[in-house]
Structures are given as structure tokens and as C-alpha cells.
């Protein structure tokens, strides 16, 4: 399981606990990558050394994979994941005005988590769900034809959600700045 966002550093257990399982190949830095990211929720530079040292490889290679796979991340990410596609199909219809909602409500941009670590946004080129533009995927969960308001309502259902979302909450009738 991977740390909480409130403690989203490793420890050397953590990293031991992951090179337990191999045997130091090189063919095992994917492998290896993934369950750090597992532990941890991202691969921390401390980690890439560990892992280099590990597997008697390059610093460099390490970090070539890392930053080549979308799939790791360097920086710590939130609980909740947002992805927000602005594919072509999700741009033509409105998927950038989706997009605001979060930005104006998180007050993060994509690519960034919020402070509390509860929420990580991302903008997506496709999710292959164009039929169901635009689209919105919660924690892998995918949602279809979301509106600007629709987001909104997305937002105050994420378990934790912050900032703007409690704001929200608490005064369910004030100015919606979407
Ligand atoms: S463009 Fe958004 S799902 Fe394909």
C-alpha cells in the first residue's frame, strides 16, 4: 500500500521491504520501479540511488526510465487522482471549462497536488471513452458528459476533497465561481 499523503516519504525499511523481492538484475529496474511506487506513491530521488546502487546500474539509466514512463511519477502524489481529458472529442465539448472547475476550486494546476496531498490533477490527451466526451476519470473511476456543474458535484463527493470543496460545502448556496 503506498504511503499516505501525509507521510509521503520512504523510509529504508520501505526500500528494503522492495529489493527483498529481487535478486539485483538489471532486467528487474521496471519491476523494482513499479513496487517502489507501489510503497511509496512516487519514486523519490533517494529511491532512484537505492535503486541504481541495487541493481549495479547508472544513476542515469535509473532516472531514464522514470522520467521515459508516465506511469512514475517523481513527486509525491495526492490520494485522489483527477484526470481531466482534453483529447480533441473533450475539447470541442467544453472539457477545458471542466478543466477550470478543478483549477478554480483546488487552486492547483494539472500536474500539481494539492498541499494536503488528497488530490493530484492531470490533463489527459484520451482515455478512449470519446463517445462519452467530455470525460473526467476519478480514481480510475470514468465519468461521461460532465458538465461544468457536474464536475462541481464530482468534487463534493471525493472523500477528503479540499480547500475550495469544504468552502464549498459550507456554504452550499454562495457564489459558484464556475
Ligand atoms: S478525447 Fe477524451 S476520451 Fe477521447
Same mark, same amino acid.
Given at each position: 500500500m503506498s504511503k499516505t499523503a501525509s507521510d509521503p516519504k520512504e523510509t529504508s525499511d520501505d526500500l528494503r521491504n522492495v529489493f527483498g523481492k529481487y535478486e539485483g538484475h538489471r532486467g528487474d529496474l521496471i519491476p523494482v520501479l513499479q513496487d517502489i511506487q507501489a510503497e511509496l506513491g512516487y519514486i523519490s530521488n533517494e529511491s532512484m540511488r537505492q535503486t541504481a546502487r541495487f541493481?549495479?546500474?547508472?544513476?542515469?539509466a535509473?532516472?531514464?526510465?522514470?522520467?521515459?514512463?508516465?506511469?512514475?511519477?517523481?513527486?509525491?502524489?495526492?490520494?485522489n487522482k483527477i484526470k481531466v481529458c482534453l483529447g480533441t472529442a473533450c475539447h470541442v465539448r467544453g472539457g477545458n471549462k471542466?478543466?477550470?472547475?478543478?483549477?478554480?476550486?483546488l487552486n492547483i494546476n494539472p500536474g500539481e497536488t494539492t498541499p494536503d496531498y488528497e488530490v493530484t490533477l492531470e490533463r489527459v490527451a484520451c482515455v478512449g471513452s470519446c463517445a462519452l466526451a467530455p470525460v473526467v476519470v476519478v #480514481? +480510475?473511476?470514468?465519468?461521461?458528459a460532465v458538465t461544468p456543474a457536474g464536475m462541481s458535484g464530482i468534487l463534493d463527493t471525493i472523500?477528503?476533497?479540499?480547500?475550495?470543496?469544504?468552502?464549498?460545502? #459550507? +456554504?452550499?448556496?454562495g457564489d459558484d465561481k464556475s
Open positions: 541493481l549495479n546500474i547508472p544513476l542515469s535509473v532516472y531514464g526510465v522514470v522520467t521515459f514512463y508516465a506511469q512514475f511519477y517523481l513527486t509525491p502524489q495526492g490520494r471542466v478543466l477550470d472547475v478543478v483549477t478554480n476550486r #480514481n +480510475n473511476q470514468v465519468h461521461g472523500d477528503g476533497c479540499c480547500g475550495g470543496c469544504a468552502e464549498k460545502k #459550507n +456554504n452550499p448556496n
